[in-house]
């Protein structure tokens, strides 16, 4: 009997450079008809979650291509491409341990989206069209970090990770796009025009990198949202990405602010972001809080005004197990789904899934050491999540962001989520 179009024929692997210019895998996978190349995106050090899968083997990069060639590649010769839940599956129990700990969430999530990217090109669909879930269809709103700061960002620079702008009233991807990238170059005049040696320098997710306080950080941002506000007339929102764990010690019991040199207690970090949230009529608000504090993250949840939705990432990890326990204690509206956190598509689909059958709406998102692959722009349309965060300007930030409006064109009359 012949060998289906999408059975794994092989896979070849070798290091390449991400966008910070850190070694990663990449891999090319092949069927009789179709191929993919893919290559792992990668956190940085100081921004990467508890609870996420670790990236490699124990060992590092080179043990891993080592597993590769002995032990991985050959389990997987001859599945089907195109039955997602069987390569997952293999995957998990070639590692054998709950979280990836033995070849790594990186090593998993590359070959895991090389097979639905491979199987997408063996069968001439599209991978969103392939994977997608549900019966309406909607494009991700972007969200665009304009100011950087925290693991993210060297010299003086905001504690806060990302202090960012939301086009809720945009009425086209494209449009979406488009505003957000005017919103950055706005924001890096005004910086310009306040001095303090700004250069024009970036962050590793493309934001401005200067040396302000994070409320300063925030005046830039709303200062540059008035004025594309005003000439676009479109509606525009603030949102921010604490990213609390890096800040949190765990020796003091308090989230310390080395750029104010200030230090907050638990109650003092709530009052905090809820002065944050009515100074700037945040609408989103990410990660502001300890990744083992659920308590605090409800108590935000439910002290936020309507307006304002709280959302988590490294407390959910894109972990169901995770995800269940912020279900049970309504810890957030929204959260944020990375592949690579959890180890598989079909690991990360059934986190967006369980999120959203409970109220919480998933929000697929690059990583800060990005690659030149496109698929969450894929899996964010055909999961439905509401949101992507993909950077505004930068090689593989873009490259996600134009695969969007590349799809939006196809699907003619696709809507934008609405918020």
């Not at 934001?207 to 479109?234: H, N, P, R, S």
């Not at 309504?330 to 690991?347: D, E, F, H, Y």
Request: with cysteine; charged share 25%.
């Amino acid at each position: 009997m012949p060998m289906p179009d999408t059975a794994i024929t092989a896979i070849h692997h070798r290091t390449v450079f991400d966008s910070r210019g850190v070694e990663t895998l990449e891999v090319d996978l092949h069927t009789p008809a179709g191929f993919s190349r893919m290559a792992a995106p990668f956190g940085a050090p100081g921004s990467r979650g508890e609870f996420e899968a670790p990236a490699y083997a124990p060992a590092g990069l080179a043990a891993t291509r080592t597993l590769l060639d002995a032990e991985i590649i050959p389990r997987l010769i001859g599945l089907d491409a195109a039955d997602q839940e069987t390569v997952d599956e293999t995957l998990m129990a070639i590692d054998g341990t709950a979280n990836f700990e033995r070849i790594g969430g990186n090593t998993s999530t590359v070959l895991s989206l090389a097979a639905a990217n491979a199987a997408s090109d063996a069968l001439g669909i599209p991978l969103y069209e392939r994977l997608h879930t549900g019966d309406a269809w909607t494009l991700p709103l972007p969200l665009g970090n304009v100011v950087g700061g925290g693991a993210h960002s060297l010299g003086p620079a905001p504690d806060m990770q990302e202090h960012l702008v939301i086009p809720v009233g945009a009425t086209t991807l494209r449009q979406a796009v488009e505003i957000n990238l005017r919103v950055h170059a706005e924001a890096g005049r005004i910086l310009e025009k306040r001095g303090r040696g700004f250069a024009g320098g970036m962050d590793d997710e493309d934001a401005w990198a200067a040396d302000l306080t994070d409320f300063e950080a925030f005046e830039v941002v709303e200062e540059a949202k008035k004025v594309v506000e005003d000439a676009e007339g479109v509606e525009l929102r603030l949102g921010t990405d604490l990213a609390a764990d890096r800040l949190w010690n765990k020796a003091k019991q308090a989230y310390v602010y080395d750029r104010e040199g200030v230090s907050r207690s638990r109650e003092e970090q709530l009052d905090f972001v809820c002065g944050l949230i009515e100074r700037f009529d945040l609408i989103y608000v990410e990660d502001a809080f300890d990744s083992n504090d659920y308590d605090a993250f409800a108590e935000l949840n439910r002290r936020a005004p309507a307006r304002c939705l709280v959302s988590a990432d490294d407390v959910f990890a894109s972990n169901c197990e995770r995800t269940q326990v912020g279900i049970g204690k309504n810890a957030a509206r929204l959260m944020i789904v990375k592949p690579n956190q959890v180890g598989t598509v079909t690991g990360a689909r059934r986190t967006a899934d369980l999120a959203r059958a409970n109220g919480i709406l998933p929000i697929i998102s690059n990583r800060s050491g990005e690659t030149a692959d496109v698929s969450i722009a894929h899996l964010g349309v055909a999961w439905g999540t509401v949101g992507i965060k993909a950077g505004i300007r930068g090689g593989g930030r873009i490259l996600k962001l134009n695969e969007l409006i590349r799809i939006e064109q196809e699907r003619d009359g696709i809507a934008l989520a609405r918020w």
